[in-house]
């Protein structure tokens, strides 16, 4: 499987942005998903992650109740839709795949597969 992410961009605090992964390689519905992302001069962190049917999800802290990850097996596509956005989700967000497992992991380590990134960038 390959990933493509895309929808990052600039927008004030408050404000939303809605990530999409598209992925190729019919593979794609049995793979847990996840999003990271990382900041400068930092380490790259679990933001959320899904399973492959959609109906189990796993959120940072930082991000639960703002953020939400869905997929649509169909079209081979994750989304991580975040609101009320602030400076401190500033990063570039990867998603990633993780194969041979039916767990959503925190760590970046389990997942196999890493897309290109997308930047976030939240002004105050």
């Known amino acids: 499987v390959q990933l493509q992410a895309s929808g990052g961009g600039l927008v004030q605090a408050g404000g939303s942005l809605r990530l999409s992964c598209a992925a190729s390689?019919?593979?794609?519905?049995?793979?847990?998903m996840g999003w990271f992302r990382q900041a400068p001069g930092k380490e790259r962190e679990f933001v959320a992650g899904?399973?492959?049917?959609?109906?189990?999800?796993n959120y940072a802290d930082s991000v639960k109740g703002r953020f939400t990850c869905s997929r649509d097996n169909a079209k081979n596509t994750v989304y991580l839709e975040m609101n009320s956005l602030t400076p401190g989700d500033t990063a570039v967000y990867y998603c990633?795949?993780?194969?041979?497992?039916?767990?959503?992991?925190?760590?970046?380590?389990?997942?196999?597969?890493w897309g290109q990134g997308t930047q976030v960038t939240v002004s105050s």
């Open positions: 990633a795949a993780r194969r041979r497992s039916f767990a959503i992991a925190t760590t970046p380590g389990m997942y196999d597969v």
């Open positions: 899904i399973n492959y049917s959609g109906g189990s999800t």
């Open positions: 390689g019919r593979s794609f519905v049995s793979n847990v």
